[in-house]
């Protein structure tokens, strides 16, 4: 029942912003961890930044810090991802996640945090031209 759908990504050039955006629907709880991960050929997905619906704590990426900023949204179980002085390197396909049935969200970002995240969006493309 619980479905992920992202969007609000394109092409940029260097130094420009995109602003993400993600519905999570379906989920039995009222509150949740929900993420951002992006990939690029040839690595291992990885975690850009979580929150804890409700109030809690937002991560960040070493590499994203001081950049981009995770944020909820009015509505239940949306959120967005503003990134700011976007640079080459970010460019990637990012996903929305939910981790769903847990209290709180897992170390992050960490080796283990894409197996805790069980739904994934389908991902939306981030172009960042230099």
């Known amino acids: 029942q619980v479905h992920v759908m992202e969007s609000g990504g394109g092409s940029v050039q260097a130094g420009g912003s995109l602003k993400l955006s993600c519905v999570v629907s379906?989920?039995?709880?009222?509150?949740?961890?929900l993420g951002w991960f992006r990939q690029v050929p040839g690595k291992e997905r990885e975690g850009v930044a979580a929150?804890?619906?409700?109030?809690?704590?937002?991560y960040y990426a070493d590499s994203v810090k001081g950049r981009f900023t995770i944020f909820e949204g009015n509505a239940k179980d949306t959120m967005y991802l503003q990134m700011l002085s976007l640079k080459p390197e970010d460019t990637a396909i990012y996903y929305c996640?939910?981790?769903?049935?847990?209290?709180?969200?897992?170390?992050?970002?960490?080796?283990?945090?894409?197996?805790?995240?069980?739904?994934w969006g389908q991902g939306t493309q981030v172009t960042v031209s230099s």
């Open positions: 379906g989920s039995p709880y009222s509150r949740n961890c």
């Open positions: 929150i804890y619906t409700g109030g809690g704590d937002s």
């Open positions: 996640a939910a981790d769903i049935g847990r209290i709180g969200c897992p170390p992050f970002p960490s080796p283990d945090e894409v197996a805790s995240f069980n739904y």
